[in-house]
């Protein structure tokens, strides 16, 4: 074969191959289903978010074809563009964020409408997009030295949304704030990881409102000992307990009282098992919890995830993990009081109760928020009245018609650690 009609099979291989891997363009759904109820707040209209991304954001990315002595080779950076989500993707956006409003039962009622003016009676939220994007690195080379012909790799994906939110009552803008997301789902296409940026973005939309416009306060606080193995400042201890404490308290009703307390280390918990046995030796507050915070080491070997958390259901002892830098997984922290409190896994991806934490959820799913809120005003409660374990068993049961949405062996230990 000359060498013109190498060079020529080779590019059609590796534009077939380019062909082969497109991804249908992927519509941008709510990711949370809204729940329809109403809270105590005043009325939210959502005007049409206004989209200020660059040409560059709305055209993509991907990396030029180029021939090198040992092939084609594409490599950099490839961006998402209007092209990979099918629709517009400021409506998609609106969409998300009207649905986790609605979710949060902060109004009265949520709607979209279409004027972007000020409005009587109501409050009006308005949004501009500045930057809404994913972005992957990509080597794909095509070469007669390789077996196969063509290799590929790529790295991991990373989505971005910067999101300008405003809202504006009759006398005025009340509230705003610039909101940036990043999320690195692992093993996730990029059109996924930028979705998972636009959904952080909207649930930390609606912790800023729960923060600043409209208050909720919990009808009950838990005491939590918090025991500090990982020798934070305390301010970054604060802020995470209160991150978890304004999900609980949206969700179900529950605040939190963290004291702060550094231990002297007498080495470090090898892993999660190990830092739940270190958190039995202290004794918690009166009808409260323990949270020991333990930089917890990765597995043996290196195979697998370290784990961030653990906590046995209706126990009073939980262990989170700092990580290098000293941050502590505000979703890790929520998921273990939730096993506190009688929560178990489920499939839904974007509760707080899922097994993997790749997603930084801060809602609960249906199951479990009913099993918390069963509680009632004494969830630490020992022995339990009557008439909640009656409750609980009864949920319990329910979910176990339903395997493929929670996990069956988690039903199984949570009926049996019901406080008597």
Known sequence: MTDA?????????????????????????????????????????????????DAAQRRGERPPLRL????????????????????????????????????????????PVGRTGPVDGDLLLSARIEVLEGIQDQRQELSPIHVGGLRSRFGPAQGTAVIHYAVEGPDGRIWEQRIETVAAPPDATITRAMLDALALSSEALVAALQDSVVRVVPRLY???????????????????????????????????????????SHGTPRDAGEGLTAARAFAPPEGGLVVLLAPLEPPRGGAGERRRGLAEPFGRHAVVACDEGGRIGVSTLLHEIGHLLGAIHVDERSSIMHASAE??????????????????????????????????????????????????????????????
């Not at 950099?76 to 993707?89: H, I, K, L, M, Y």
């Open 5 to 53: 009609r190498c060079v020529a099979a080779l590019l059609a291989a590796l534009l077939g191959a380019g062909c082969a891997m497109r991804v249908d363009p992927m519509p941008i759904e709510p990711h949370l289903a809204p729940e329809r109820g109403h809270g105590s707040g005043p009325r939210l209209a959502v005007a049409p978010f206004e989209d200020l991304r």
């Open 359 to 420: 997603f930084d959820a801060r809602f609960l799913d249906a199951i479990n928020r009913r099993i918390l809120r069963a509680l009632g005003p004494a969830p630490l409660a020992r022995p339990l009245p009557e008439s909640v374990r009656r409750e609980l068993r009864a949920l319990y049961r329910a979910a176990r018609q339903f395997p493929e949405e929670v996990a069956p062996d988690d039903v199984e230990a949570a009926l049996r650690a019901l406080p008597r």
């Open 222 to 264: 838990l005491p939590v000992r918090v025991v500090d193995l990982c020798g934070l400042a305390p301010e970054r201890v604060s802020a995470a307990f209160d991150a978890a404490a304004l999900a609980l308290t949206r969700e179900v009703g529950l605040g939190l009282r963290a004291t702060h307390e550094r231990a002297p």
């Open 68 to 111: 090198r002595w040992s092939g084609l080779v594409r490599q950099g950076p490839n961006r998402t563009g209007d092209a990979a989500f099918a629709g517009e993707v400021a409506e998609g956006a609106r969409r998300d964020a009207i649905a986790t409003l609605q979710r949060s039962r902060l109004f009265a009622d949520v709607q």
